[in-house]
Nanobody, 115 residues
């Protein structure tokens, strides 16, 4: 079992920045991919960005150039730097980890972008 705890959500005005962090604990051996997903009210959960153990990243088109995912394998953490935030980025953001074909989820952290 892998436990994931997110931090760093909150409210920000359009154009602002936030940094989300996620710490993994438990049976963290061989966590292959970590990432961030988000879910806005009335919408399906969608991929924001992922990063593998080797550092290969994938960002959704909607966040490319604005969001950057990073990972510290030694500390078993993954972060998401979010710049130039837009109202449409408002959602609950979930940390995700993949291990041996299984997916684990954090409890989610709310990000609200509003003037």
């Amino acid at each position: 079992q892998v436990q994931l705890v997110e931090s760093g959500g909150g409210g920000v005005q359009p154009g602002g920045s936030l940094r989300l962090s996620c710490a993994a604990s438990g049976s963290i051996f061989s966590i292959y991919k970590m990432g961030w997903y988000r879910q806005a009210p009335g919408k399906q959960r969608e991929l924001v960005a992922t990063i593998t153990t080797s550092g290969s990243t994938n960002h959704a088109d909607s966040v490319k150039g604005r969001f950057t995912i990073s990972r510290d394998n030694a500390k078993n953490t993954v972060s998401l730097q979010m710049n130039s935030l837009k109202p449409e980025d408002t959602a609950v953001y979930y940390c995700n980890a993949e291990q041996f074909g299984l997916k684990y989820w954090g409890q989610g952290t709310q990000v609200t972008v509003s003037s």
